[in-house]
């Protein structure tokens, strides 16, 4: 293929050079295709292209518009039949995923770039959450200066702002599409894809305001020979944790900071839906609850708070976020949900709570402390969790080292009562 105008100069590559995914349509972006095809090629990478088109087939892709097509069980001229572009789409996200999976197969990739709008957005932020963390994964979009959830789902995706809108080569576009390529090409060389895992994989969810406690926990395990990933629960930590759960061989999880499923329950904003949690307790990962942060729902700016959780007490975070104290009926209906959620474990499950107070707010250094509802939440709370689920209350303030001290004492007895596994 010719080199395409300012991109630069060919480098001698390694005798086998690392691959590099490139999705772009070519029915609307051939000239955008070419550039960044001869800008991966120039940074020394292999590039094979996957070409969701639908209108046409323009040809020189490695995936071509048929084999797409085809991956999703149609011809291309079924999919065109279709006659509506979401069911087109849906039909070519399917193929896409499927046909790069086994291209990866047969010829491993170590990154992937994609150059797109809302809908080639959409089609590469899927196929890109189903491959596995690590592996570098960029869109270049004219969505990225926007919601970009959606596209990134809970993996490491990053996003580039195309800036002006993909139509052309411009003294813009043309730096922004270079750079990206030049970015992947070089995460790319440096990705390895086959390091193995060889020490316990240990997840915790977290908020700032029990950071010292979680420090503690996590210093200690990591002094046990486990790897520690920490996640911030305020609305993507908790979902990412889950997803970890579901693909990779996770030892322990160390659910401390369940602030998104008390979210869900009372409207807050760190929401992550009702099935927050539940991966690792139906995948039979041992388990260790927590209260962490219990002491407050997540709302926005404080006038809004006032008005949607009328009669509370308020910390104000910042000015895009307040902290509103909950009531002893909250927390109820908080035990109730994890209580039901510890129902479907099919693993060891351990539940430590304080009695003293749930996070930094819930002190005397903090702002909306009461000492008065610890104490009937961690009886609610026995009283509810299943017969065999162990509840330890802790005369202790969540952040205090007795706290930390029990449940780094739950999370060894866990991890070594799990069976060996063979070398």
């Known amino acids: 293929m010719a080199q395409a105008e300012g991109a630069p100069a060919p480098v001698i590559a390694p005798a086998i050079s ?38 046409r087939t323009i040809g020189g892709a490695e995936i071509a518009p048929e084999e797409v097509a085809a991956s999703a069980g149609m011809t291309i001229e079924e999919v065109r039949a279709l006659g509506h572009e979401g069911k087109c789409q849906s039909a070519m996200i399917r193929g896409a995923i499927a046909a ?30 189903s491959f596995p963390y690590g592996l570098p994964k960029m869109i270049v979009s004219t969505m990225a200066s926007g919601f970009t959830k959606p596209y990134m789902g809970v993996k490491d995706i990053a996003m580039m702002n195309a800036v002006t809108d993909i139509s ?11 750079n990206a390529a030049h970015a992947v090409a070089g995460m790319a060389r440096g990705y390895d894809r086959d390091r193995p895992a060889d020490r316990p994989l240990v997840l915790i969810t977290t908020l700032g305001t029990t950071e010292a406690s979680v420090r503690r926990i996590r210093q200690a395990l990591e002094g046990d020979g486990c790897e520690v990933m920490v996640f ?23 659910d401390l900071s369940p602030t998104e499923i008390l979210d869900h329950l009372m409207g807050g904003l760190a929401d992550a839906g009702p099935d927050r949690g539940r991966p690792a307790l139906r995948r039979g990962v041992p388990t260790v609850l927590a209260p962490g942060n219990a002491d407050f729902i997540i709302a926005g700016p404080i006038a809004v708070a006032r008005e949607q959780f009328p009669g509370r007490r308020y910390h104000e975070h910042n000015p895009q976020l307040t902290a509103v104290r909950t009531t002893l009926d909250d927390l109820k209906r908080l035990a109730d949900h994890l209580a039901e959620n510890v129902r479907s474990a099919a693993g060891p499950v351990r539940v430590v709570t304080p009695l ?13 402390m009461d ?31 007795a706290f930390s001290d029990t449940v780094v004492a739950a999370a060894r007895e866990l991890l070594a009562a799990r069976p060996a596994v063979a070398a």
């Open 18 to 55: 690392p691959a590099v995914l490139l999705v772009i349509t070519q029915d609307t972006k051939e000239e955008e295709a070419r550039f960044t095809r001869a800008a991966l090629e120039a940074a020394g990478v292999r590039v094979v292209h996957l070409d969701p088109s639908v209108r």
């Open 168 to 178: 052309g080569i411009n003294t813009i576009s043309r730096d922004v599409f270079r």
């Open 356 to 368: 003293h107070g749930f996070s930094n707010h819930d002190s005397p250094a903090g702002h909306i």
């Open 371 to 401: 000492r008065s509802i610890p104490p009937p939440f961690a009886e609610y709370l026995r009283s509810v969790m299943p017969a065999h689920v162990p509840v330890t209350a802790v005369d202790a303030h969540f952040n205090d080292e």
């Open 232 to 254: 911030h629960s305020s609305g993507a930590g908790g979902p990412t944790l889950d997803a970890l759960v579901e693909s990779k061989d996770v030892s322990l999880v160390l």
């Open 100 to 129: 790069a999976h086994a291209w990866d197969a047969k010829d491993p990739i170590s990154g992937i770039l994609a150059i797109g709008g809302s809908m080639g957005s959409a089609l590469a932020g899927a196929l890109m959450q």
